[in-house]
């Protein structure tokens, strides 16, 4: 009978576990992706990229002898829906660690129980499981360096290669249309401009690791910290719909090191980061929509999101030039520096004193490297009551961020178009990328004064920090 395999953000052939087993199995596989609860529930950006994902990912399957089937509606009624008309004997996937996906996936296991068919979870999109990597005592991390040292040396195996064919089911069941589902419809402006930057699909994601390895790895540790410079491997895009497996790229990192590529040393630190993510992710939940220590719910943050400079925040117009930047970044390639983040998460939690959970919620939407425990455990770790988290008097100084990170301004300069006569194309695209009811136009002046100073709003954030009973 034939193995049903649900593909959710595990987008490729390659080192892909439950795919080769299904191919080794010998029986016919119907691939299928659902627009399921789960989906439904992504921002805006997020489902835009992984809607280009399924399209990419269907030709590849297309490539050896298959199909990508499409259903949209609740997991658990669509797959035994699914298993009665195909006969299937079993359904396989690759295992997911955030909450809202663990509890849809725990319905299905619940539905197909009293079908007497295979339900069966395969190793997922991280290194190491959440559950196999503990302390001394038994317990789970909360503390990356003692967590990368538990699993530096643990040895990660090989990646599988693609398989040749699939064998095909005597008759393929109905699949929905793609384009019907309009998958981030809401992007509208915006699809046209972040279309420019974006790498899809599996193939496109090997070559852009080859290169990284190539050209930058060696180099990774004294270039990553500058948003200007292109110093980075931009593979979050690829790895969050898991159109390249985390452990090809550990693989790659490895063999850099190897060939005395030095910087491939921070590299490798940097995906066990991922990983740790998805270690807290999975022992605390709450990460994702709470504050993980929990004496920061008596922190008086605010949580208005209309206030006027939440909104400059949001538009790129507080007036302090590294947090504009980053966030125009954002609207522009659907993506952010790791360092811009860091400031712009900083400036609005503690200058600006708003809940994380705002500056958390507006990524998720605008994101196209959305991934819910990178993204949660970044905004925790930037705002103060994250596991490991940057002490709270330490508030970045978005000036001196700058003057640091960006000293020849090539990034501000980016996209900033008000800055400059002759603005570059992308800090012009900003203004084709944001919603048209943004009251913003190529012409404006950039703000005299920023909406509230460097200064000024670590002193107000400090002293709330110490009203408070720790
Ligand atoms: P590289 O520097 O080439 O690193 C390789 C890979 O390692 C990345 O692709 C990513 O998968 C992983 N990685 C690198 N840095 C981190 C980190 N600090 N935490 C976890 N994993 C890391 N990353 C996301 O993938 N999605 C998010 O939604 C996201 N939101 C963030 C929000 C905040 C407030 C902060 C501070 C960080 C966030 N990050 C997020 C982490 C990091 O900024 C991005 O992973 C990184 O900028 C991606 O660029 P790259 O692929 O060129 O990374």
Redesign the pocket.
């Known amino acids: 009978s034939p193995i049903l395999l649900w593909f959710r953000r595990d987008l490729r052939l390659t080192d892909h576990r439950a795919l080769d087993a299904a191919a080794r199995s010998g029986r016919p596989v119907i691939p299928v992706f659902l627009f399921d609860e789960v989906v439904e529930g992504y921002g805006t950006a997020p489902q835009w990229r992984l809607g280009l994902g399924v399209e990419s990912f269907a030709k590849r399957l297309e490539g050896i002898g298959a199909r990508l089937i499409l259903r949209r509606g609740r997991a658990s009624e669509i797959l035994p829906a699914l298993v009665r008309e195909t006969g299937a004997g079993a359904v396989w996937w690759t295992r997911a660690y955030d909450p809202p996906s663990r509890a849809r996936d725990s319905a299905v296991g619940e539905a197909l129980e009293p079908m007497e068919v295979e339900a069966k979870a395969f190793r997922g999109h991280i290194l190491f499981e959440p559950w196999t990597v503990e302390t001394k005592t038994g317990g789970y991390y909360k503390v990356y360096t003692p967590y990368w040292r538990a699993v530096k040396d643990c040895g990660v195996d090989t990646p599988l290669t693609a398989p040749p064919e699939l064998k095909a089911p005597d008759t393929w069941p109905k699949s929905d249309r793609l384009e019907d589902w309009r998958l981030g419809a809401g992007m509208r402006r915006g699809a046209a401009v972040v279309a420019r930057h974006v790498t899809v699909g599996e193939e496109a994601a090997q070559t852009r690791l080859g290169t990284?390895i190539r050209d930058r790895v060696a180099d990774?540790a004294t270039r990553?910290d500058y948003p200007g410079v292109n110093g980075?491997?931009?593979?979050?895009?690829n790895?969050?719909y898991g159109e390249i497996s985390?452990r090809s790229?550990w693989h790659a990192g490895q063999r850099a090191l190897d060939e005395g590529k030095d910087g491939a040393h921070d590299?490798l630190k940097?995906?066990v980061?991922?990983d740790?993510?998805y270690h807290l992710l999975w022992h605390t939940p709450h990460l994702m929509t709470e504050n993980w220590r929990r004496d920061w719910d008596a922190f008086p943050w605010n949580e208005d999101e209309t206030l006027p400079e939440v909104v400059a925040w949001k538009r790129g117009r507080t007036g302090i030039r590294f947090v504009d930047a980053a966030m125009r970044e954002m609207y522009v390639t659907g993506?952010?520096?790791?360092r811009a983040?860091?400031v712009?998460?900083s400036y609005l939690s503690k200058n600006l004193m708003s809940h994380w959970k705002i500056?958390?919620r507006w990524?998720?939407e605008c994101?196209i490297?959305?991934?819910p425990?990178?993204?949660a455990?970044?905004?925790q770790?930037?705002s103060g009551p994250g596991p490991d988290a940057t002490p709270y008097f330490r508030v970045f100084n978005p000036v001196t961020q700058l003057d640091k990170f960006d000293r020849d301004r090539r990034y501000t300069h980016r996209f900033i178009a008000e800055l400059s006569g002759d603005p570059p194309d992308e800090a012009r695209a900003y203004f084709d990328a944001i919603p048209e009811s943004w009251p913003m136009a190529p012409g404006d002046d950039y703000p005299a004064e920023p909406i509230v100073g460097p200064k000024e709003g670590r002193q107000r954030a400090l002293d709330a920090y110490a009203a408070r009973d720790f």
């Open positions: 990284f990774y990553r980075t491997s931009n593979l979050s895009e790895l969050t985390v790229c590299w940097e995906l980061w991922r740790f993510a993506t952010m520096h790791n983040r860091m712009v998460a500056g958390c990524f998720e994101l490297d959305w991934d425990a990178s993204n455990m970044g905004w770790w930037a």
